[in-house]
């Protein structure tokens, strides 16, 4: 589930805001995400450590 936007970045003068989501909820129960970006696949995981660790 995603948590409601919180604010911008220091440096952003836009009127946008970030969004936020908790990693469980992108990650879910395999703890990796695929992430499609400009034609290139990414993998988004947590270690065993509890880190986040993005790979193409």
Do not use: C, F, W
Request: proline residues 2%; positive net charge; without cysteine.
């Amino acid at each position: 589930m995603q948590s409601p936007d919180k604010g911008t970045s220091q440096g952003d003068t836009s009127s946008s805001a970030l969004r936020e989501v908790e990693s469980s909820d992108l990650l879910g129960n395999a703890g990796q995400l695929v992430i499609h970006h400009e034609q290139r696949r990414y993998v988004l995981r947590r270690t065993k450590s509890g880190k986040l660790i993005l790979n193409a």
